[in-house]
């Protein structure tokens, strides 16, 4: 009977994932240091990581995603790692568990949930709608109420039909000419920052709350980080959001204030379309419910 095949009475007989990856990494010869430089994820998690303590980390998300890219840098199985982290997650449920969530729903894949930022800028940004709505219709549904003239004794001049007027434009999008900032989110995101040539602009791990502002003479600025959900943007002082909705290592993303309106626009109709399949199937689930009473 080979070795393999033997397991000594009172050990475990697998290897958890953060084992796994670590004897990967070292038969791979490599150091924690090469795989925080390559993957982009600092250092202190993927120590967190190769202990098996993913409670330690900020949120699942992170566990499935970070753990991802590990294996898929010392050439293991992603989604075998990836299942193992959450068999593993699923056995301490209560270090992970929420008391400011009402259910334990959980879907199938956890790197796809948004990240809490993404969330409240949604519900932010669904309010300023509502807002905008009821600003521009105003007039409809209250004709008159709205404040007279700022310029005393003067007459409002009619509108004419063939002008399109500020109030017709709808709401005010972020200027595609104004000045990109990123703010970090949270403590220690490594991003480097660099133009169309590859000559570096600024590259550090950013603190929470630091922010960079993208030089405007900078010829196709881009960035590369592995947390692009924690760095808020800015275009001309409006929030636009984040540059994705999971944690992921991205590089060679443009950040002019043109291509950054055209990704999140991309990023938030990919949201819409998540939103509306779900609730499409729930609705489904309670037709043949209510069916089925009958």
């Keep these: ?100 969530r ?48 700022i310029v005393a004794g003067e007459e409002t001049a009619p509108r004419d039909a063939g002008v399109e007027t500020p109030s017709d434009a709808g709401p005010a999008q972020p200027d595609p000419t104004g000045t990109v900032v990123f703010t970090s989110t949270e403590e220690g995101v490594w991003v480097k920052f660099y133009d169309a040539a590859g000559e570096r602009l600024m590259e550090k791990e950013m603190a929470q709350g630091e922010s960079y502002t993208v030089p405007a003479d900078a010829e196709g600025p881009q960035v590369w980080t592995g947390q692009p959900e924690s760095l ?25 204030a043109e291509a950054l309106n055209a990704r999140i626009a991309e990023l938030e109709a990919e949201q819409s379309a998540e939103d509306e399949a779900t609730g499409s199937a729930e609705v489904s689930s309670g037709s043949s419910g209510n069916d089925s009473d009958g």
């Design 232 to 256: 808020e943007i800015r275009i001309g002082g409006t929030a636009i959001g984040t540059l994705s909705n999971t944690s992921e290592v991205v590089r060679d993303i443009p950040v002019t």
């Design 102 to 149: 009402g259910s334990t729903f959980e879907p199938s894949d956890p790197a796809r949930i948004p990240s809490r930022k993404l969330a409240w800028f949604s519900l932010f940004a669904a309010i300023l709608l509502v807002a905008g709505s009821l600003a521009y219709f105003r007039d409809y549904f209250f004709p008159g109420s709205g404040p007279g003239s």
């Design 1 to 100: 009977m080979s070795e393999e095949g033997e397991q000594p009475e009172g050990e475990l007989p697998l290897e958890g994932a953060g084992q796994r990856l670590r004897r990967a990494r070292e038969d791979a010869g490599k150091t924690i240091e090469q795989i925080a430089a390559s993957t982009r994820i600092p250092q202190r998690h993927l120590e967190v990581i190769e202990s098996g303590d993913f409670a330690a980390l900020p949120a699942k998300t992170y566990a499935i995603g970070f753990a991802r890219s590990y294996a898929r840098e010392v050439g293991l199985d992603e989604k075998e790692i990836t299942s193992l982290v959450r068999e593993e997650m699923a056995g301490d449920s209560e270090a992970f568990a929420d008391p400011h």
